[in-house]
């Protein structure tokens, strides 16, 4: 018997509640490791940029560990970024290391993304890989589960010094979600 | 060993794909997610606690200085566990809702309603040891929405929280017992399971009122729970 409580939308004020100054920058003068920039835009089945959402991203440091609850005023990690009323988002962090796998294995880096927004009653999970770490991601074991026809959906590509990653949530083109 | 959260059952969490929720039309995803087995990756979290609370984020009826917010005064109280009944300790749940009017302080909020000047409507809570939080506030009102004809958004209020893993993090809304609107409603009715619904009402709780204070409601959170199972290099 479950006694779990569900899920509901963000609806469209959540700003009044969930703005976290600088959430979406992750990095603090010492983090260590490469510092990038993640930009993009989250789009409908319509291509129409969505405002009302709020991307959260969830990543290692750059040798591959995780913080969690490592609220010291470092790099913890977590990064949250309200879309803009164009549906565009961006973040300040580094590039993750690779993280520990299952059965011995190493993941390819990689950023988690939830996407919370008005319209959907349970919010998103997908994955952030990186354009650039073509052999990691070749044996990664979460990518390797997804149709390579849609596998570039996760794949952000550099633009300068950015990566770009939209994310499709309806149709042609949709982004990869995962049911974790 | 590696912590595995078990899928949340069918019609316990909504599906995204409910039409009757207009504004899932054009942001539904059309493909099936992809099942994933749990990593380092879904098994941690981010851990926020008391270094994030703004001060007086507990009481949202004392915000403004020089004034008090107007409506009815409630208590907020209930308990955070997993699906185990494990208390999830020291965590940071986020808030929001409307005034007494049904008007949020929001641009984008343009109901016939007034706003509160001694009301914000944002709050945060910290659990304690035993996985409890308690905050102040007005009882919410209801409010118009454009869904479809003479629609009405329950009273609620907004609950974020993160639990111990990103695969445990939870956005939910809090309801009012004996709202006449709630079966009228697409976001409530959005998830199948009506004991999983129900969960997401509040109980008045006579015992914690204050007397000539404040009216008490208790909504207790349940979050996913993990199962230890060995890494499978090591079974």
């Given at each position: 018997?479950?006694?779990?409580?569900?899920?509901?939308?963000?609806?469209?004020?959540?700003?009044?509640?969930?703005?976290?100054?600088?959430?979406?920058?992750?990095?603090?003068?010492?983090?260590?490791?490469?510092?990038?920039?993640?930009?993009?835009?989250?789009?409908?089945?319509?291509?129409?940029?969505?405002?009302?959402?709020?991307?959260?991203?969830?990543?290692?440091?750059?040798?591959?560990?995780?913080?969690?609850?490592?609220?010291?005023?470092?790099?913890?990690?977590?990064?949250?970024?309200?879309?803009?009323?164009?549906?565009?988002?961006?973040?300040?962090?580094?590039?993750?290391?690779?993280?520990?796998?299952?059965?011995?294995?190493?993941?390819?880096?990689?950023?988690?993304?939830?996407?919370?927004?008005?319209?959907?009653?349970?919010?998103?999970?997908?994955?952030?890989?990186?354009?650039?770490?073509?052999?990691?991601?070749?044996?990664?074991?979460?990518?390797?589960?997804?149709?390579?026809?849609?596998?570039?959906?996760?794949?952000?590509?550099?633009?300068?010094?950015?990566?770009?990653?939209?994310?499709?949530?309806?149709?042609?083109?949709?982004?990869?979600?995962?049911?974790? | 060993?590696?912590?595995?959260?078990?899928?949340?059952?069918?019609?316990?969490?909504?599906?995204?794909?409910?039409?009757?929720?207009?504004?899932?039309?054009?942001?539904?995803?059309?493909?099936?997610?992809?099942?994933?087995?749990?990593?380092?990756?879904?098994?941690?979290?981010?851990?926020?606690?008391?270094?994030?609370?703004?001060?007086?984020?507990?009481?949202?009826?004392?915000?403004?200085?020089?004034?008090?917010?107007?409506?009815?005064?409630?208590?907020?109280?209930?308990?955070?566990?997993?699906?185990?009944?494990?208390?999830?300790?020291?965590?940071?749940?986020?808030?929001?809702?409307?005034?007494?009017?049904g008007?949020?302080?929001?641009?984008?909020?343009?109901h016939?309603?007034?706003?509160?000047?001694?009301?914000?409507?944002?709050?945060?809570?910290?659990?304690?040891?035993?996985?409890?939080?308690?905050?102040?506030?007005?009882?919410?009102?209801?409010y118009p929405w454009p869904?479809?004809?003479n629609a009405w958004r329950?009273?609620?209020?907004?609950?974020?929280?993160?639990?111990?893993?990103?695969?445990?993090?939870?956005?939910?809304?809090?309801?009012?017992?004996?709202?006449?609107?709630?079966?009228?409603?697409?976001?409530?009715?959005?998830?199948?399971?009506?004991?999983?619904?129900?969960?997401?009402?509040?109980?008045?709780?006579?015992?914690?009122?204050?007397?000539?204070?404040?009216?008490?409601?208790?909504?207790?959170?349940?979050?996913?729970?993990?199962?230890?199972?060995?890494?499978?290099?090591?079974?």
């Amino acid at each position: 018997m479950s006694a779990l409580t569900p899920s509901q939308t963000l609806g469209p004020y959540f700003s009044i509640g969930m703005d976290w100054p600088e959430g979406n920058r992750l990095v603090v003068g010492e983090t260590a490791g490469e510092r990038i920039v993640i930009s993009g835009r989250i789009i409908d089945g319509d291509s129409q940029g969505v405002p009302e959402a709020v991307i959260e991203i969830w990543q290692a440091d750059a040798d591959g560990v995780y913080h969690c609850g490592d609220d010291g005023g470092g790099f913890t990690g977590y990064g949250r970024c309200g879309a803009d009323g164009d549906g565009r988002f961006v973040f300040e962090t580094i590039k993750p290391g690779r993280v520990r796998g299952n059965r011995d294995t190493r993941q390819a880096p990689h950023v988690n993304v939830t996407v919370l927004a008005r319209g959907l009653l349970r919010h998103l999970y997908t994955r952030l890989y990186f354009e650039d770490e073509t052999a990691a991601n070749a044996e990664d074991e979460i990518l390797r589960l997804v149709p390579d026809d849609r596998r570039p959906t996760l794949v952000a590509r550099q633009d300068g010094d950015a990566y770009v990653f939209n994310i499709k949530l309806q149709g042609e083109g949709e982004t990869i979600f995962f049911n974790v | 060993m590696i912590r595995v959260y078990p899928s949340v059952p069918d019609g316990v969490y909504p599906d995204n794909d409910y039409p009757a929720y207009r504004s899932s039309e054009k942001r539904a995803p059309f493909e099936a997610a992809i099942t994933i087995p749990h990593t380092a990756s879904e098994i941690t979290g981010p851990r926020f606690g008391r270094e994030k609370l703004r001060e007086g984020a507990q009481d949202l009826t004392r915000q403004v200085p020089d004034g008090t917010a107007q409506g009815q005064r409630i208590i907020v109280f209930g308990r955070v566990t997993d699906d185990r009944n494990r208390p999830e300790r020291g965590a940071l749940i986020e808030l929001w809702q409307a005034n007494a009017a049904g008007r949020y302080r929001h641009d984008g909020d343009t109901h016939d309603a007034p706003l509160d000047p001694y009301f914000i409507g944002t709050g945060q809570v910290v659990t304690n040891e035993e996985g409890y939080y308690e905050f102040t506030t007005i009882e919410p009102g209801a409010y118009p929405w454009p869904n479809h004809h003479n629609a009405w958004r329950p009273k609620h209020i907004h609950f974020s929280l993160f639990g111990p893993a990103w695969a445990t993090r939870l956005v939910t809304q809090m309801y009012f017992p004996g709202d006449p609107t709630l079966p009228l409603d697409p976001i409530f009715m959005g998830t199948a399971d009506e004991s999983a619904r129900k969960r997401m009402i509040s109980v008045f709780d006579i015992d914690r009122s204050v007397p000539d204070y404040a009216m008490a409601y208790r909504f207790d959170i349940g979050i996913r729970g993990a199962d230890e199972m060995p890494w499978e290099d090591e079974a």
